[in-house]
């Protein structure tokens, strides 16, 4: 009876979660002022008394569509140069307000904030967004279809005060941080949020209702906007950058220590109203956060996050279509691993001197910005020289320098259609062009999304095309080799119950690597999901996000049988904010895996190799980071019967705050497969018998980070992240595939090849300071440690590895970099006075 009762509680919260507060579009009106108000948090002024105000803010949760549990006031002023925003924040216990500090655009912490949100076309899709804590931290974005940009960086004003109803803040945005319409009277798309971070309450002006597809198109409007005039948009940021950098090469010749000074500049121009060119000349990315290497067994290549600021800062045009891996400009060489020399002349024997195994980028330069009439426009273009590797003929000791990577020109052009009712149609051009005797390469695509009036309902599709130009001395064995991609989809999604189908096709010769990332072409996925969320409390949860699903995969060409899995998951939060979720995935079948074996005849896989089905079960569980202590634990399992096959792993990751300025948050992960199976070589036997090798091994790996960060003031931050990364492949057994995909024994393993153990540490320090003395300039001290062993042990105990990995080899680099940010417009004002 329990049960039938907690059963029919469930279903009865889930009807009552439709009844959502009403969708009403509410208006404000922005008034004109012809005295700039003081920006000193206090919005006492009378100019702000005659203002309208934005009012009785809604839950969006935990209690969604409730009314907010405190009161919140809100007025909109502007001016020929800038708009204000001013919040009154009123709360029944001020000193229970919290006030952590974090970094400038540090995200959600434990403080109250405040944030506005102007979607200036009134698209529907996009917007800025500005917001600001309680220590007076701000956080700036723009809102797209495509997610948030959160890299994106304006210069705005805001101060923040409290007192004894509260807190309130005032915004001044500038019309040079953002673009509009050249209209006389502009209506605009508006928000308002609210945080009080001890109720974990998030309240906005205009309802954002959980249950309904989108944010943007879920913003009020504000009118009254008359004559206002983007200005001139010109802004430029000199650098200058000293390195030291020590690495004990202990080589004849070859100095450990290294000095360097650099310098250069980022361009902002605002072209017109609209569309802004953003350069940047001899840039520096020297103190760009350090890359989590990992030992790679798989067929694929490894990704790595984007951390280089003029490539994350705007570029959410270009990545819409999934086209864009900016990671390729400034990337290895393309002859790093082979260089070519002339063989004929200095033999087969060769010394290498010096190879860098990065390309140096000249410049690079983004166009971006969109019409009156929603047309998106983007270009990219980066330049990158000349590389060179130094080799040394070992018999006369002459040295010689040979191409490894030709200057290359590297574009992206984008032309995005916003559509009513969050839809859109974006048409994506890349092109790598390379210096005589390497190939290039172009991608084409088209990406098209549409929903119905109600936004509940969404069917959309891609195609792209990829074409590589295959050069040759001779134009007449020049080739073209094309491949293409398409797929499609439509779902319900809106509301409580909704549900996702897709097919995808990528052919055999399908590539984007050039300037975007693929981990591997050629097959076929069909999916399918239905889900089920309950978005209001019931019970003793706050929310529930639950589904079902299904995945098909084929190899394309020929045409064959990959993979089924079938999945269950449930995700949740409790009325205390304890967050966890189960996902359970079965796959009942042999799965076939046709890129593992490594073998390919006419550029198809000739291969493949047989894995049983199992089943696969992870969870977390994360507490409520409102405690000094919260935890996040996460871990898992998989279980094949025939294979004995186990794979289980943990991850434990405790959080301290030990005040408002100290935060600490220790990772640690444990990961260990047993009989595990992997490929290990290709070997070509001395009667020309050809046999693929995989070998049954132990994967174990631990890592082990550490982030912490100390936040003086608004402005000054002291930042550590701390990284090891220990994996250890061993292997036990030889194996020899066979054509069918299934393993046996070698018949002489005494004559087989041997098979070597993996093994691979990585530990970085990543120390920085960072003091932003105005707005828009900073000066950053940082030191940074990195060791890379590849050296196998003879023994795989955690604690001596460690040992062993702190005395190899290490780079120390220690860095300044000034940046200084100068405006044309206050600039002129000043010379003015």
Same mark, same amino acid.
């Given at each position: 009876?329990?049960?039938?009762?907690?059963?029919?509680?469930?279903?009865?919260?889930?009807?009552?979660?439709?009844?959502?507060?009403?969708?009403?579009?509410?208006?404000?009106?922005?008034?004109?002022?012809?005295?700039?108000?003081?920006?000193?948090?206090?919005?006492?002024?009378?100019?702000?008394?005659?203002?309208?105000?934005?009012?009785?803010?809604?839950?969006?949760?935990?209690?969604?569509?409730?009314?907010?549990?405190?009161?919140?006031?809100?007025?909109?002023?502007?001016?020929?140069?800038?708009?204000?925003?001013?919040?009154?924040?009123?709360?029944?216990?001020?000193?229970?307000?919290? &006030?952590?500090?974090?970094?400038?655009?540090?995200?959600?912490?434990?403080?109250?904030?405040?944030?506005?949100?102007?979607?200036?076309?009134?698209?529907?899709?996009?917007?800025?967004?500005?917001?600001?804590?309680?220590?007076?931290?701000?956080?700036?974005?723009?809102?797209?279809?495509?997610?948030?940009?959160?890299?994106?960086?304006?210069?705005?004003?805001?101060?923040?005060?409290?007192?004894?109803?509260?807190?309130?803040?005032?915004?001044?945005?500038?019309?040079?941080?953002?673009?509009?319409?050249?209209?006389?009277?502009?209506?605009?798309?508006?928000?308002?949020?609210?945080?009080?971070?001890?109720?974990?309450?998030?309240?906005?002006?205009?309802?954002?209702?959980?249950?309904?597809?989108?944010?943007?198109?879920?913003?009020?409007?504000?009118?009254?906007?008359?004559?206002?005039?983007?200005?001139?948009?010109?802004?430029?940021?000199?650098?200058?950058?000293?390195?030291?950098?020590?690495?004990?090469?202990?080589?004849?010749?070859?100095?450990?220590?290294?000095? &360097?000074?650099?310098?250069?500049?980022?361009?902002?121009?605002?072209?017109?109203?609209?569309?802004?060119?953003?350069?940047?000349?001899?840039?520096?990315?020297?103190?760009?956060?350090?890359?989590?290497?990992?030992?790679?067994?798989?067929?694929?290549?490894?990704?790595?996050?984007?951390?280089?600021?003029?490539?994350?800062?705007?570029?959410?045009?270009?990545?819409?279509?999934?086209?864009?891996?900016?990671?390729?400009?400034?990337?290895?060489?393309?002859?790093?691993?082979?260089?070519?020399?002339?063989?004929?002349?200095?033999?087969?024997?060769?010394?290498?001197?010096?190879?860098?195994?990065?390309?140096?980028?000249?410049?690079?330069?983004?166009?971006?910005?969109?019409?009156?009439?929603?047309?998106?426009?983007?270009?990219?273009?980066?330049?990158?020289?000349?590389?060179?590797?130094?080799?040394?003929?070992?018999?006369?000791?002459?040295?010689?320098?040979?191409?490894?990577?030709?200057?290359?020109?590297?574009?992206?052009?984008?032309?995005?259609?916003?559509?009513?009712?969050?839809?859109?149609?974006?048409?994506?051009?890349?092109?790598?062009?390379?210096?005589?005797?390497?190939?290039?390469?172009?991608?084409?695509?088209?990406?098209?999304?549409?929903?119905?009036?109600?936004?509940?309902?969404?069917?959309?599709?891609?195609?792209?095309?990829?074409?590589?130009?295959?050069?040759?001395?001779?134009?007449?064995?020049?080739?073209?080799?094309?491949?293409?991609?398409?797929?499609?989809?439509?779902?319900?999604?809106?509301?409580?119950?909704?549900?996702?189908?897709?097919?995808?096709?990528?052919?055999?010769?399908?590539?984007?690597?050039?300037?975007?990332?693929?981990?591997?072409?050629?097959?076929?996925?069909?999916?399918?999901?239905?889900?089920?969320?309950?978005?209001?409390?019931?019970?003793?949860?706050?929310?529930?996000?639950?589904?079902?699903?299904?995945?098909?995969?084929?190899?394309?060409?020929?045409?064959?049988?990959?993979?089924?899995?079938?999945?269950?998951? &449930?995700?949740?939060?409790?009325?205390?904010?304890?967050?966890?979720?189960?996902?359970?995935?079965?796959?009942?079948?042999?799965?076939?895996?046709?890129?593992?074996?490594?073998?390919?005849?006419?550029?198809?896989?000739?291969?493949?190799?047989?894995?049983?089905?199992?089943?696969?079960?992870?969870?977390?569980?994360?507490?409520?980071?409102?405690?000094?202590?919260?935890?996040?634990?996460?871990?898992?399992?998989?279980?094949?019967?025939?294979?004995?096959?186990?794979?289980?792993?943990?991850?434990?990751?405790?959080?301290?705050?030990?005040?408002?300025?100290?935060?600490?948050?220790?990772?640690?992960?444990?990961?260990?497969?047993?009989?595990?199976?992997?490929?290990?070589?290709?070997?070509?036997?001395?009667?020309?018998?050809?046999?693929?090798?995989?070998?049954?091994?132990?994967?174990?790996?631990?890592?082990?980070?550490?982030?912490?960060?100390?936040?003086?003031?608004?402005? &000054?931050?002291?930042?550590?992240?701390?990284?090891?990364?220990?994996?250890?492949?061993?292997?036990?057994?030889?194996?020899?595939?066979?054509?069918?995909?299934?393993?046996?024994?070698?018949?002489?393993?005494?004559?087989?090849?041997?098979?070597?153990?993996?093994?691979?540490?990585?530990?970085?320090?990543?120390?920085?300071?960072?003091?932003?003395?105005?707005?828009?300039?900073?000066?950053?001290?940082?030191?940074?440690?990195?060791?890379?062993?590849?050296?196998?042990?003879?023994?795989?105990?955690?604690?001596?590895?460690?040992?062993?990995?702190?005395?190899?080899?290490?780079?120390?680099?220690?860095?300044?970099?000034?940046?200084?940010?100068?405006?044309?417009?206050?600039?002129?004002?000043?010379?003015?006075?």
């Amino acid at each position: 009876m329990k049960y039938v009762c907690l059963l029919t509680l469930f279903f009865c919260s889930a009807l009552l979660s439709y009844g959502q507060a009403p969708k009403v579009t509410k208006k404000i009106t922005a008034s004109r002022t012809l005295t700039p108000p003081k920006m000193d948090g206090t919005p006492d002024e009378e100019i702000w008394q005659q203002a309208a105000i934005a009012t009785d803010f809604i839950q969006n949760v935990p209690n969604m569509g409730s009314p907010s549990k405190q009161r919140t006031e809100v007025r909109m002023l502007y001016d020929d140069a800038a708009v204000y925003v001013s919040a009154v924040l009123f709360d029944a216990a001020p000193d229970s307000i919290l &006030t952590q500090l974090s970094q400038r655009d540090g995200g959600q912490v434990n403080a109250d904030m405040f944030g506005v949100y102007f979607d200036t076309y009134l698209d529907k899709q996009n917007a800025f967004g500005f917001e600001v804590a309680t220590s007076g931290v701000q956080t700036d974005f723009k809102l797209t279809s495509n997610g948030d940009d959160r890299a994106w960086d304006a210069v705005w004003q805001s101060a923040v005060a409290r007192n004894d109803k509260g807190w309130s803040v005032e915004i001044r945005i500038p019309y040079s941080a953002i673009r509009f319409p050249n209209k006389d009277v502009q209506t605009w798309g508006i928000n308002f949020w609210r945080g009080i971070r001890r109720y974990r309450e998030d309240a906005f002006w205009n309802f954002v209702d959980n249950s309904v597809q989108g944010f943007v198109n879920q913003f009020g409007e504000v009118d009254g906007i008359t004559n206002i005039k983007s200005p001139l948009r010109l802004s430029l940021m000199p650098y200058i950058s000293g390195y030291a950098n020590h690495f004990p090469y202990n080589e004849e010749g070859k100095d450990n220590l290294d000095m &360097t000074v650099n310098g250069g500049m980022d361009i902002k121009y605002g072209i017109n109203d609209a569309f802004t060119l953003d350069m940047t000349l001899i840039p520096d990315f020297g103190q760009t956060q350090s890359d989590a290497q990992v030992l790679n067994l798989s067929p694929f290549e490894v990704r790595f996050n984007e951390n280089r600021p003029f490539f994350t800062e705007g570029t959410e045009l270009f990545n819409k279509a999934g086209l864009f891996y900016s990671r390729r400009i400034g990337a290895t060489p393309q002859d790093y691993f082979n260089p070519k020399y002339d063989h004929d002349r200095y033999g087969e024997t060769i010394e290498i001197v010096e190879n860098p195994d990065k390309t140096s980028l000249v410049n690079a330069t983004k166009v971006s910005g969109r019409t009156n009439k929603g047309l998106g426009v983007g270009v990219f273009n980066a330049v990158t020289k000349n590389t060179y590797a130094t080799l040394r003929d070992p018999e006369t000791g002459d040295e010689f320098e040979v191409l490894t990577d030709p200057i290359s020109n590297y574009n992206v052009v984008v032309l995005d259609q916003t559509l009513p009712n969050s839809s859109y149609i974006t048409f994506t051009n890349t092109n790598v062009t390379r210096g005589h005797g390497y190939y290039n390469a172009n991608v084409s695509g088209v990406l098209a999304k549409f929903s119905n009036k109600k936004n509940s309902y969404t069917g959309g599709g891609q195609f792209n095309l990829s074409q590589k130009y295959l050069k040759n001395t001779e134009p007449s064995q020049e080739k073209v080799d094309l491949g293409y991609t398409y797929n499609a989809w439509f779902g319900k999604t809106s509301g409580n119950l909704q549900f996702t189908a897709e097919h995808s096709l990528k052919n055999h010769t399908y590539d984007i690597n050039d300037l975007g990332y693929l981990s591997n072409n050629n097959s076929i996925d069909n999916r399918a999901n239905i889900r089920y969320n309950i978005y209001k409390p019931f019970w003793k949860f706050n929310d529930m996000y639950n589904a079902v699903g299904i995945q098909h995969r084929m190899l394309y060409k020929p045409a064959s049988f990959s993979q089924i899995v079938y999945f269950i998951e &449930t995700n949740a939060k409790t009325k205390k904010f304890l967050a966890f979720g189960t996902t359970i995935a079965w796959l009942p079948h042999n799965n076939y895996d046709y890129f593992e074996p490594r073998s390919y005849a006419n550029g198809l896989p000739n291969r493949k190799w047989r894995q049983p089905g199992g089943t696969e079960f992870n969870a977390y569980i994360s507490s409520d980071y409102r405690k000094k202590l919260a935890l996040d634990v996460n871990g898992g399992i998989f279980y094949s019967k025939e294979y004995n096959q186990k794979s289980y792993w943990v991850n434990v990751s405790p959080r301290v705050r030990v005040n408002d300025h100290l935060m600490l948050i220790y990772r640690t992960g444990y990961n260990e497969s047993l009989n595990s199976y992997g490929f290990v070589e290709n070997v070509v036997y001395d009667n020309g018998q050809k046999d693929i090798i995989f070998g049954r091994r132990t994967v174990k790996t631990i890592e082990n980070s550490l982030n912490g960060s100390y936040i003086f003031n608004a402005r &000054t931050a002291l930042n550590i992240i701390a990284r090891h990364y220990f994996s250890n492949a061993s292997y036990h057994e030889k194996l020899l595939l066979l054509e069918d995909g299934n393993m046996s024994a070698l018949t002489d393993p005494a004559e087989s090849p041997s098979v070597s153990n993996r093994n691979f540490n990585a530990f970085n320090i990543d120390l920085v300071y960072s003091w932003r003395f105005a707005p828009g300039s900073e000066i950053s001290v940082v030191w940074k440690n990195a060791i890379y062993d590849d050296q196998v042990p003879s023994h795989t105990s955690y604690v001596r590895n460690f040992r062993n990995t702190l005395e190899a080899n290490q780079l120390n680099s220690f860095s300044v970099k000034l940046l200084y940010y100068l405006d044309y417009l206050v600039i002129k004002q000043a010379l003015k006075k």
